[in-house]
Nanobody, 122 residues
Framework: QVQLVESGGGLVQPGGSLRLSCAAS????????MGWYRQAPEKERELVAT???????NYAGSVKGRFTISRDNAKNTVYLQMNSLKPEDTAVYYC????????????????WGQGTLVTVSS
């Protein structure tokens, strides 16, 4: 069984930084794209950033220049470095993995983590 486990959320003051991590557990052979999404109260879930297996990245306009997504393929882990945080960045952040293949040839088309809360407030 494959799972995504996020960590690193918390409370931070405006202008501060946080680093989120998401590790995929299980007997994984490969993962295509990985990414971060967020959902603020009473809003729909939105894309924050994605990264392909070869390192191509895509960012939402609202976080470009402030957030950096990266991944360690050997650890099946994706990171989100968030700098210059703003109150409007407050949300539950979800990790997403696309097309996960296991060593037993099972393919998971898409998986989501349980979410980690980021609160930006003074």
């Amino acid at each position: 069984q494959v799972q995504l486990v996020e960590s690193g959320g918390g409370l931070v003051q405006p202008g501060g930084s946080l680093r989120l991590s998401c590790a995929a557990s299980g007997r994984i052979f490969s993962i295509n794209a990985m990414g971060w999404y967020r959902q603020a109260p009473e809003k729909e879930r939105e894309l924050v950033a994605t990264i392909t297996s070869v390192g191509s990245t895509n960012y939402a306009g609202s976080v470009k220049g402030r957030f950096t997504i990266s991944r360690d393929n050997a650890k099946n882990t994706v990171y989100l470095q968030m700098n210059s945080l703003k109150p409007e960045d407050t949300a539950v952040y979800y990790c997403n993995a696309d097309e996960i293949r296991t060593v037993t040839a099972t393919t998971y088309l898409e998986l989501w983590g349980q979410g980690t809360l980021v609160t930006v407030s003074s």
